[in-house]
């Protein structure tokens, strides 16, 4: 009889107060580790870890600052599936539905006598399932060496898809801020027109990496299960001005017409993520005006009350080639960078991307042929409406006030980022002074007078979360300065944890001038300044 025990893993269980930087410290040195269980004092299991789930939340932006000091049982499964050791493993998976037997693929608890003695992942499920059936039958052997070799790939691809989501959210943002930086600050500088063109060159090359690198790692987080959705009031008119407004430029470098229109029905507020709605229309106009060499690109957005809710349909038709009917159906598969019809269709994710939004929207969104011979990309959703209080409160925030001269305190780790944002403060007239890390900044606001703070996240010695929390907690005037986040990936768990630590407001890294200019005066506004910020030049 094939025990259960015999394809659990040993790994040396942690307890519930394991700090998160330890549990990734392990996940690091032990490579073919991919779940920890989490016991008590007497040995009992109370939950499991899974490596691939918690590398990714590692590697969200500002994942360690949110996850690297909190004890196992605040982010661990608290619900484990647990499997007697001496129990019967074919006996088991016959008598599984295929819900179980996708809980026991994400990792389960292996006990004797209620204490711990290992833990099981898809793997072992795998090796599990390979053994039974090379016993029952020899012609099932070639099935049992496959299953060999794919539980090699899978954990091959486990460890280099977490190290690889890593590495690329920790180390290419910071250099990619420098760069988009420095550049947007030659770009506004300059007085020879024609250096201009270079200017815009890397503007537009580094533009083009930071959404590759978003890209990347919405998709992980989609697959992963880790894609967030933030509920606010959303104007439809006032996306579609914003469209407007950001894709114009692009079409008139390209000699191409662009038409964005909405008709709302008098049903123009709703509630949804409005980030990832502009995400939805981003990736599809984008993708329109890059095929799409002469002629025009036509955006529609309509919508309507449907049983109570706010039926949207958007359509993104373009003049270019179109997409043959027979590659229609893989068109919105990940990687596809070609077999869909469309060469030179970049890392392939954008599509995919937003067919893992509007599908974990409720919606629906498919391709066919435009009234213009090219494509025709629609989706529809289904959402609720604003209600009169959002809207008020939504339009009361988006009225930036202008704001004078401010003496900002720059708290950031990196140098090229400390200069990057004391330069676009000079741009705006402000005056500023930088320190390196959180711990210098509450000193330095204890003795300094500043207007405003500009506070990293990610830093050694003290992160920026908790240099807020120490700042809101002086005694004195220091207490109530204006924070303003600097992130690189604003995801929405992130900012409610910042906002909760007392910050003001987040503006994202790479530092885009304009952009940063409006959060100050958002923060400013909010807080009530009575000196401003003078407009950039």
Known sequence: MARIGDFASAAAPIGPDTPGAEVFDRFQSEPDTLILAVVDGDGRPVGLIERNVFILKMAAEFGRALYAKRPAAAFMDASPRILDADADAETLFQSVDDASLGGLLNGFVVTSGGLYVGVGAGVHVLQAGSAIHRRRADAMSALARDLARAEAEARASSRAKSEFLAVMSHEIRTPLNGVLGVAALMERELTQEDMRPYARTILDSGQSLLRLLTDALDM?????????????????????ADLRALWSPRAQEKNLDLRVTCDTDGHDWVAADEMRLKQLFNNLIGNALKFTRAGEVSVHIASAEVDGAIAITATVDDSGPGVPSDAAGTIFDPFNTGHAGREGAGAGLGLAICRQIVELMQGGIGVDRSPQGGARFRFTLSLPGATREMRAAALEM??????????????????????????????????SEAVEDGREAVARVQTGRFDLVLMDIKMPVMDGVQATRLIRATPGPAADIPILALTANADPRDEAEYLAAGMNGVAQKPIQPDALLNAIRLVMGAADQRTPVDKAA
């Open 220 to 240: 992980s987080r989609a697959e992963a299960g880790l894609m967030t959705f933030e509920t606010a009031p959303v104007q439809l008119s006032a996306v579609a």
């Open 398 to 431: 988006a009225e930036p006030t202008a704001h004078a001269t401010l003496h900002v305190l720059v708290v950031d780790d990196n140098a090229t980022n400390r200069f990057v944002a004391a330069k676009v403060l000079e741009l705006f007239g402000c005056s």
